[in-house]
């Protein structure tokens, strides 16, 4: 099967819905970056995947996902092919600074807030434990 993303990005008849991904997109790796600028003092163990470079046939809305011990960032791609960004955050001390960023998304129902399951902890190490060392990594200053 073809991932979301891919068809979303040859829909060529439909040119605001493009034009709308592309700026969810470009809007995410600019937080993304602020956010890893804010954790990086702590040198947090964080796991970060690029789907669309290293996905498997299983995850066709998958495009970027970040988790840090505080901080949950991901971008997917709905069958309805609009970009779409959850975020959570757990005791972090930057939380404040990175909404600030995340105003850049106000009022977009693609963008939302979630409680990860069964917590924020334990989906932390779920992920540490199902995707191994290889897409961990230590953020530095």
């Known amino acids: ?4 993303w891919v068809t979303a990005k040859t829909k060529t008849w439909n040119k605001a819905q493009q034009q709308q991904n592309h700026i969810m997109e470009v809007d995410y790796q600019i937080v993304l970056k602020k956010a890893k600028q804010l954790l990086a003092p702590d040198k947090p163990l964080f796991f970060e995947r690029n789907f669309k470079q ?3 046939i299983q995850e066709l809305a998958a495009m970027h996902a970040f ?13 309805a092919y609009n970009y779409q960004i959850e975020y959570a955050f757990y ?3 930057h939380e404040k600074a990175i909404k600030v960023r ?3 998304f106000a009022g ?15 989906f932390y190490k779920n992920v540490q434990h199902y995707q191994g060392n290889k897409f961990f990594y230590t953020l530095t200053a």
């Open 102 to 104: 995340l105003q850049c």
């Open 67 to 79: 988790l840090s011990p505080c901080f949950y960032f991901r971008l997917d791609c709905d069958g």
């Open 1 to 4: 099967m073809t991932k979301y």
């Open 91 to 93: 005791q972090c001390k």
């Open 108 to 122: 977009n129902l693609q963008v939302t807030e979630v409680a990860l399951q069964p917590d924020f902890a334990t």
């Open 54 to 56: 290293h996905g498997t």
